[in-house]
């Protein structure tokens, strides 16, 4: 089997535009390559390659195409052509499409999960985040893209230090109260594989910064989650709107006040799976990938 390992310029090995935490690219691909073994190949390759070229392949999963949430329209297009061109994209269309927008997680809150109070204004400027304050109770909250990914374009401002007047993001975005168990524990990521959980971390900020990605020096531990823990990612997976389940899927997780665990994301698209701490994972996702390919 011809597998693609869809990328991107800024995690492509080579590219003078490289991305420092593109190390993760290397680690995924080669958990990957190792599971596939001797059944196929695993190449990794620009997802805005011509058509011609990735149609050659049985199978694409989208590996590192971190670049997408700034050509989404774009993204999904290309999706679309594989899947009638007759490659395998995992995760297909359907899943991508629907969890491109983090608005997702307001059909999830409708369906029972437990999610972290939100507001979606269709602009963030300096007037959505004072009257955040207030709606939530809070002193502090936090600002994101709906569609976007590793924490860029976030913001975090407190009632004491509120944005310039002039500040916005100038499209959709999502504002949340800021959660203190996401410095004082950390976020919780449960990785699954065609709906089995195959491995979960305890993800840490460093230095008094709250975003845990290895890009702001965010640290992983390996975890053995307790019962009900493990229950609340599960129950977020049955809550997917889906027939079948996704090849992977990253579920990330963080304490309330209460104790019980939120959904901050379902990552369905591209998120790093961290083979470190989960030396199963290539051999799990290449019998999901042989699967869908009979």
């Given amino acids: 089997m011809k597998i693609a390992f869809l990328a991107c310029p800024a995690t492509l090995p080579g590219s003078p535009t490289r991305r420092p935490d593109a190390f993760e690219h290397d680690l995924y691909l080669e958990a990957v390559r190792a599971g596939v073994g001797a059944r196929g190949t695993v190449t990794d390759i620009d997802w805005r390659a011509p058509l011609a070229e990735l149609a050659r392949f049985d199978l694409a999963i989208l590996g590192t195409p971190w670049d997408y949430t700034e050509a989404k329209d774009e993204f999904l297009a290309r999706l679309g052509d594989l899947e009638a061109a007759g490659v395998a994209v995992c995760n297909p269309l359907e899943v991508v499409r629907w969890n491109a927008d983090k608005l997702y997680l307001r059909e999830l809150a409708t369906r029972g999960a437990v999610t972290i109070p939100t507001l979606w204004p ?33 913001d975090s401002f407190t009632r004491d230090d509120p944005p310039q007047a002039d500040w916005a993001i100038e499209q959709p975005a999502m504002i949340q ?29 460093t230095g008094g910064d709250y975003r845990i990605q290895s890009l702001y020096g965010g640290t992983e531990t390996p975890l053995e989650p307790a019962p009900a823990d493990r229950a609340a990612a599960e129950a977020i997976m049955a809550l997917l709107p889906f027939g079948q389940a996704p090849l992977y899927a990253r579920i990330d997780m963080v304490r309330l006040d209460d104790g019980r ?29 042989l699967r869908r390919r009979g």
Avoid: W
Wanted: with cysteine; hydrophobic share 45%; charged share 20%.
């Fill in 122 to 154: 269709e602009r963030a400027g300096c007037a959505e985040i004072i009257a955040a304050f207030d709606h939530f109770g809070t002193d502090r909250v936090v600002v994101k893209r709906r569609v976007g990914a590793g924490a860029i374009g976030q």
């Fill in 177 to 205: 109260p800021f959660l203190p168990a996401i410095q004082r524990e950390g976020e919780l990521s449960f990785i699954f594989v065609d709906g089995v959980l195959c491995h979960t971390l305890l993800k840490q900020a």
């Fill in 261 to 289: 665990l939120a959904v901050i994301e379902a990552e369905l698209i591209e998120p790093y799976l961290y083979p470190e701490q989960g030396p199963n994972l290539g051999s799990m996702l290449a019998e999901g990938m």
